[in-house]
């Protein structure tokens, strides 16, 4: 339940707000702060941004002319749990009896309509609500996700991937080890407690160190050190809710061990392209630099280590610290102030070993032939502290200041630094919900309608309609019938409702002749179809929809 909740609304309004929260009108200025103070609540005026469900509503409102005007009064609990009640309703005498001026009670959720902000149980007060951070995928809106994860595992399989499947749950040392200890991933944002046996363990907040864990673990090198994975999943950070971002969220990850080339760095970008494009995902841009080696890094930290030297009344306390330990990590900061601050900083470019800048220019040339376009950010570093040489992003100005869909590099060491074979590696990861909410495609569009409609009229009729119903299920046609009793015009209206492309109308008279009647609902054409082998018959006539989009695939 958000702020937009607590709205102002007059009384009789067709709108709602959370069945929860109770509303007084009071003509005295002190009335609220007296019923705040009966049980014990904290006031605040003005607007609340509070999501809490048990909360308490107050106005004042007066003639205008005579200094009332109007204000809406918010009194959040600030301990529900210390009150003597067992749900909100619980509690009104002891507000209703410290008022002054007139009240009324919000009727229980039960005596109103359906359909409010938030509806309590009635057995066991008050709903659960959603975790902060976190979301639910609808019927409406998963149609568009599925679209997305089959277009994607679509075109991985073209290039050679395979799907590999990873827990949600690892040793907390596996990502302070790879991610980096002094990352905000790990300082701050990460999901990690202890077990029973006082073992530290963490929800994953990125899939690439899971996946090189598994590539060590069940030694999948051995045959062939050149292998190819992508999943898809949900991963876990403590980050600040916002647009595009939650704290669980989810990722499409690709990874591909054990090739140096640079070619293939070219062909994960280009691969990331031609994703977008499937998905009619426009104004985006590639943006590419090389974060250089550990044999030509250890210059450019020193130069930038002299550089931050004379900075540090500028850096934010994070960067201040890191700044001796881990000046790379500074390039990487977003507060506007540190990042006006490196402004001017040294580029890594200046700073190249001949390898580095050679690979470098192989990935831009093979793009160039590719025909992709993309912009060299000598500014782009990526948050992990495992990539090398080449890193990436797929950036798009629909998102505002969040512009990174999607973002990877190479990482050459990492796969040996977690107990592996030297070998090297690169990957990148597609920030799931964000690439959702910018794809050029109408969820409504992808969503299947019933392929059939039964209504069925008569204990039998029903009987015979959900035999079909199985029957007709099972070899690829989606139908739906009516569960009730209701009449012949209730089911019509349904199947209008679900957008049902034909309805099976069998009642005793259709029995007793021993025949139902097909309606096509687009253009009302009617046939009769004999019931011995209905199923095969309605099957050849209507020709359900195998290939819609976003529903399942029939062989």
Not at 43 to 59: D, I, M, N, V
Not at 75 to 101: C, H, Q
Not at 307 to 335: E, I, Q, T, W
Request: net charge positive; with cysteine; charged share 25%.
């Amino acid at each position: 339940m958000g702020a937009a909740a607590f709205g102002k609304v007059a009384w009789g309004s067709p709108e709602r707000v959370c069945p929860n929260s109770r509303r007084i009108d009071a003509h005295r200025a002190n009335s609220a702060d007296r019923a705040a103070a009966k049980v014990g609540l904290k006031y605040q005026k003005g607007r609340s941004k509070s999501t809490c469900p048990e909360a308490l509503r107050f106005s004042r409102s007066g003639p205008k002319g005579e200094g009332w005007g109007e204000t809406e009064r918010i009194i959040v609990l600030t301990n529900p749990e210390a009150l003597d009640y067992t749900s909100p309703f619980d509690m009104w005498p002891a507000v209703a009896k410290g008022r002054r001026g007139s009240v009324r009670r919000r009727e229980p959720a039960a005596a109103r309509p359906p359909g409010g902000r938030c509806n309590p149980t009635a057995e066991n007060g008050d709903m659960i609500q959603l975790i902060r951070g976190f979301k639910d995928i609808l019927p409406g809106e998963v149609e568009l996700w599925q679209h997305i994860e089959k277009t994607a595992a679509a075109l991985f399989e073209e290039f050679g991937f395979s799907e590999i499947r990873i827990p949600i749950m690892e040793k907390t040392e596996l990502f302070a080890r790879s991610i980096g200890e002094d990352t905000d991933i790990v300082e701050k944002e990460m999901y990690t407690f202890p077990d029973r046996k006082g073992e530290l363990l963490t929800l994953r907040p990125e899939a690439t160190a899971s996946v090189v864990r598994a590539y060590i673990q069940h030694r999948l090198y051995a045959q062939d050190p050149v292998r190819k994975f992508y999943t898809i999943g949900p991963m876990f950070r403590r980050e600040r809710p916002q647009k595009g971002r939650y704290r669980q969220f989810y990722q499409i990850n690709a990874e591909i061990f054990g090739v140096a080339s640079a070619l293939v760095d070219a062909e994960l970008i280009f691969l990331l392209v031609t994703l977008c494009r499937r998905l009619k995902v426009t104004d985006v841009a590639a943006h590419i630099n090389s974060l250089g080696c550990p044999a030509c890094r250890p210059e450019f930290k020193q130069a930038l280590s002299a550089f931050l030297a004379g900075k540090a009344d500028l850096l934010c306390s994070d960067c201040d610290r890191r700044r001796d330990r881990n000046p790379l990590r500074v390039l990487d900061c977003k507060v506007p102030a540190c990042r006006d601050a490196m402004a001017d900083a040294p580029s890594l470019h200046d700073y190249l070993c001949a390898d580095c800048r050679t690979h470098f220019d192989i990935v831009k040339a093979t793009l160039d032939r590719l025909g992709v376009a993309y912009r060299v950010d000598k500014r782009l570093v990526r948050g992990l502290d495992y990539y090398t040489r080449t890193t990436f992003e797929i950036q798009t100005g629909a998102l505002g200041a969040q512009s990174a869909v999607a973002g990877g590099g190479r990482y050459d060491g990492l796969v040996q630094a977690l107990g592996g074979p030297d070998q090297p590696a690169i990957g990148f990861a597609i920030g799931f919900d964000r690439l959702a909410e910018i794809v050029g495609l109408n969820p409504g569009d992808l969503i299947r309608p019933p392929d059939l409609f039964i209504a069925a009229l008569g204990e039998k009729s029903q009987q015979m309609a959900f035999d079909w119903m199985c029957a007709l299920g099972r070899q690829g046609v989606r139908t739906e019938i009516d569960y009730g009793d209701r009449s012949l015009k209730s089911q019509m209206k349904r199947a209008d409702k679900l957008g049902a492309r034909y309805v099976l109308i069998l009642g005793e008279q259709e029995v007793a002749q021993g025949s139902a009647s097909l309606r096509n609902m687009a253009t009302r054409d009617q046939l009769e179809v004999p019931l011995e082998h209905l199923v095969d018959t309605v099957r050849e006539t209507i020709q359900p929809t195998a290939g819609f989009p976003g529903g399942p695939q029939f062989a």
